[in-house]
Nanobody, 127 residues
Framework: QVQLVESGGGLVQAGGSLRLSCAAS????????MGWFRQAPGKEREFVAA????????YYADSVKGRFTISRDNAKNTVYLQMNSLNAEDTAVYYC????????????????????WGQGTQVTVSS
């Protein structure tokens, strides 16, 4: 069982930056591939970024590529999402997700592939 707690959301002006954190419970964080997703009002949840359990592989949605960076610190049981050059379209509730991986250094870009989810943190970008 893994519990995920996101933090770092808030209100930021367009062009600004935020760093989201997702702290995980447990002693096996380094066995979990992690992902960030977001859901804007009236829209479906969408994939943002993913990172493999080692941190050696990352993958981004086209809409955030070059602006967002996912990273992790396995010693701190935390995954991060650095968000730069934010715009109004980035306004959403951001969720982190985890899936234990046993073989390889796989990452996942589909919500249904993840087992555990955090409660979300609101990001609002004012234009």
């Amino acid at each position: 069982q893994v519990q995920l707690v996101e933090s770092g959301g808030g209100l930021v002006q367009a062009g600004g930056s935020l760093r989201l954190s997702c702290a995980a419970s447990g002693r096996t964080f380094s066995s979990y591939a992690m992902g960030w997703f977001r859901q804007a009002p009236g829209k479906e949840r969408e994939f943002v970024a993913a990172i493999s359990k080692s941190g050696g592989s990352t993958y981004y949605a086209d809409s955030v590529k070059g602006r967002f960076t996912i990273s992790r610190d396995n010693a701190k049981n935390t995954v991060y999402l650095q968000m730069n050059s934010l715009n109004a379209e980035d306004t959403a509730v951001y969720y982190c997700a985890a899936r234990r991986t046993f073989l390889g250094d796989t990452l996942y870009a589909t919500g249904s592939e993840y087992t555990y989810w955090g409660q979300g943190t609101q990001v609002t970008v004012s234009s």
